[in-house]
T-cell receptor, first 116, second 114 residues
């Protein structure tokens, strides 16, 4: 069974600085997808970024980028120029490509605080 | 934009009551999911559905059932609520069963069982 591990329960960053959130996963599959979701306090969970395992190039979305290391099964999220609105729970998630189940496997989350 | 709505943001029920949580999506997605979110445990899948009247158990289905009579609506049912079902419940939908389809989440229902 696949597992996703986020080793940092809480992180803190100064506004305008850069922070990296860690995620490792375990799978025997070669084709899969990885996601970072953001859940602000009392607000809806939204997709931040996603990565297809077959792509070597790391995904980027504005200030958010990932460092995808397939061999190491590592998928970290880098947030540049941190803003107060980035404060949230961040969840790393894994999805098998193909198969009958489409459910995401989530890590336990990292709570990010942004200091003004 | 995809919109996933849940019938209640907050709900307080008594032990033994039958509880219905409703979820509606407006993007004609085939797949719908119910997750439970607890501090320190992340999100855990309760049930999902890949078509009308179809359902599959997730990781923690005990004490729950689901209903999907229409494509846009997926209901989670607590047959006899217990205090250990106090939690945040999140509904999600996606376009295809796999292949990297992004899941879109509702705002969540925070359920308190007394």
């Amino acid at each position: 069974a696949q597992t996703v591990t986020q080793s940092q329960p809480e992180m803190s960053v100064q506004e305008a600085e850069t922070v990296t959130l860690s995620c490792t996963y375990d799978t025997s599959e070669s084709d899969y997808y990885l996601f970072w979701y953001k859940q602000p306090p009392s607000r809806q969970m939204i997709l931040v970024i996603r990565q297809e395992a077959y792509k070597q190039q790391n995904a980027t979305e504005n200030r958010f980028s990932v460092n995808f290391q397939k061999a190491a099964k590592s998928f970290s999220l880098k947030i540049s120029d941190s803003q107060l609105g980035d404060a949230a729970m961040y969840f790393c998630a894994y999805l098998n490509y193909g198969g009958s189940q489409g459910n995401l496997i989530f890590g336990k989350g990292t709570k990010l605080s942004v200091k003004p | 934009d995809v919109k996933v709505t849940q019938s209640s943001r907050y709900l307080v029920k008594r032990t033994g009551e039958k509880v219905f949580l409703e979820c509606v999506q407006d993007m004609d997605h085939e797949n719908m999911f119910w997750y439970r979110q607890d501090p320190g445990l992340g999100l855990r899948l309760i049930y999902f559905s890949y078509d009308v009247k179809m359902k599959e158990k997730g990781d923690i289905p005990e004490g729950y059932s689901v209903s999907r009579e229409k494509k846009e609506r997926f209901s989670l049912i607590l047959e006899s609520a217990s205090t250990n079902q106090t939690s945040m419940y999140l509904c999600a939908s996606s376009l295809i069963p796999s292949g990297g389809a992004t899941q879109y989440f509702g705002p969540g229902t925070r359920l308190l069982v007394l």
